[in-house]
């Protein structure tokens, strides 16, 4: 199993990006998915995450900015961001809950500059 994160970059303060991570391989059930980051210097953080239902939680630090979504057809997980912040800037890692096990994506970074 492996997971493939994209859609990182460099945006302006107040603009707006679109993650995804997609799994891939023998995949029998994905539970809770998952999106953490890391900035340097600061430990490992969780974002948001979303249940296989699809009730969702995101970190008061991106509450209104961050929305996080998941297509199970496509056993992806999305984190749309807006209004980004310099403080948003970070290494961004997916997490799912494959088959009983936590599987991490490689991450994709995030820079918010102007």
């Known amino acids: 199993v492996q997971l493939q994160a994209s859609g990182g970059g460099l945006v302006q303060p107040g603009g707006s990006l679109r993650l995804s991570c997609a799994a891939s391989?023998?995949?029998?059930?994905?539970?809770?998915m998952y999106w953490y980051r890391q900035a340097p210097g600061k430990q490992r953080e969780l974002v948001a995450s979303?249940?296989?239902?699809?009730?969702?939680n995101v970190a008061d630090s991106v509450k209104g900015r961050f929305t996080i979504s998941r297509d199970n057809a496509k056993n992806t997980v999305y984190l749309q961001m807006s209004s980004l912040k310099p403080e948003d800037t970070a290494v961004y890692y997916c997490?799912?809950?494959?088959?009983?096990?936590?599987?991490w994506g490689q991450g994709t970074q995030v820079t918010v500059s102007s």
């Open positions: 997490k799912m809950w494959i088959n009983f096990y936590d599987r």
């Open positions: 391989g023998t995949i029998f059930s994905i539970n809770g």
């Open positions: 979303v249940t296989s239902d699809g009730s969702t």
